[in-house]
C-alpha cells in the first residue's frame, strides 16, 4: 500500500539548518508532484511547498521563501526539504504529502516529523 | 487568498452539521475545494475532492457543495456519529498557491 515516511526532524536552535527526507513506497512516485504541508503545536493546517512530479516546477509559502528549499530524487523514491535560517515560528509537525491528479489537492498524507526551533 | 471557517461547531448524534468555508476573493468556484478531517493525534485524511467528490472508502454521510453567491464551500455530515469528532479543514489553490482554511473543531455530544 501507499507508504510516506518522514524523517529528520528534531530539535535546533534559531538560525541553523535542517533537511527533512520522505521516503515513498507503493505507487509510482515519479508521477506524482508532492507537498510539504506543517501543522504548528495546537494550530491549523499551513501548506509550506509543492514540487512538480519532475521537479519543472516548485512553489512555496511566503513565510518560507527564500529560507526552504523543496526537491526530489525519483531513482531513490525520495522527498526533501531543506529548512535554512529557522526561527522559532518553524516549529511544527511537517507532513509529507501526495498531490491529486490535478494538482489542485492532497490525496494522501505521511504520519509527520515533528521540527522544534528553540534556543 | 483565505478561507474562512468557523472555528467550532457541536452537534447531536444522529443529527446534521453544515460546516461553511467562505472565499474573501475572486470566485470559489473557480478552483476546487477539499475537504479533509483530522482526528486527535492523527494526520489528516482527505474527505471531499473537487468540491462534491467523495474518495472510495468515504461514507455517503459526507457531502460538499459550492454556493457561488455567497462565495462558500460547505461540508455536510449527516447522521452525526461520535467518531466524526474532529478537526475539518476546507482548501483550495489559486496555481500557485495552496491555501487551507482556519479549521473547525467538530463536537458531537
Known amino acids: 500500500q501507499v507508504k510516506l515516511a518522514e524523517s529528520g526532524g528534531g530539535v535546533v536552535q534559531p538560525g541553523r539548518s535542517l533537511r527533512l527526507s520522505c521516503a515513498a513506497s507503493?505507487?509510482?512516485?515519479?508521477?506524482?508532484?508532492m507537498h510539504w504541508v506543517r501543522q504548528a503545536p495546537g494550530k491549523g493546517l499551513e501548506w509550506v511547498a509543492i514540487i512538480w512530479y519532475d521537479g519543472s516546477e516548485k512553489y512555496y509559502a511566503d513565510s518560507v521563501k527564500g529560507r526552504f528549499t523543496i526537491s526530489r530524487d525519483n531513482s531513490k523514491n525520495t522527498l526533501y526539504l531543506q529548512m535554512n535560517s529557522l526561527r522559532v515560528e518553524d516549529t511544527a509537525m511537517y507532513y509529507c504529502?501526495?498531490?491529486?491528479?490535478?494538482?489542485?489537492?492532497?490525496?494522501?498524507w505521511g504520519h509527520g516529523t515533528t521540527v522544534t526551533v528553540s534556543s | 487568498f483565505m478561507l474562512t471557517q468557523p472555528h467550532s461547531v457541536s452537534e447531536s448524534p444522529g443529527k446534521t452539521v453544515t460546516i461553511s468555508c467562505t472565499g474573501n476573493?475572486?470566485?470559489?468556484?473557480?478552483?476546487?475545494v477539499q475537504w479533509y478531517q483530522q482526528r486527535p493525534g492523527s494526520a489528516p485524511t482527505i474527505l471531499i475532492y473537487?468540491?462534491?467528490?467523495?474518495p472510495s472508502g468515504v461514507p455517503d454521510r459526507f457531502s460538499g457543495s459550492i454556493d457561488s453567491s455567497s462565495n462558500s464551500a460547505s461540508l455536510t455530515i449527516s447522521g452525526l456519529k461520535t467518531e466524526d469528532e474532529a478537526d475539518y479543514y476546507c482548501?483550495?489553490?489559486?496555481?500557485?498557491?495552496?491555501?487551507f482554511g482556519g479549521g473547525t473543531k467538530l463536537t458531537v455530544l
Open positions: 476573493s475572486g470566485s470559489i468556484a473557480s478552483n476546487y
Open positions: 473537487e468540491d462534491i467528490q467523495r
Open positions: 504529502v501526495i498531490t491529486s491528479g490535478g494538482y489542485y489537492g492532497m490525496d494522501v
Open positions: 507503493g505507487f509510482t512516485f515519479g508521477s506524482y508532484g
Open positions: 482548501q483550495s489553490y489559486d496555481g500557485t498557491s495552496w491555501v
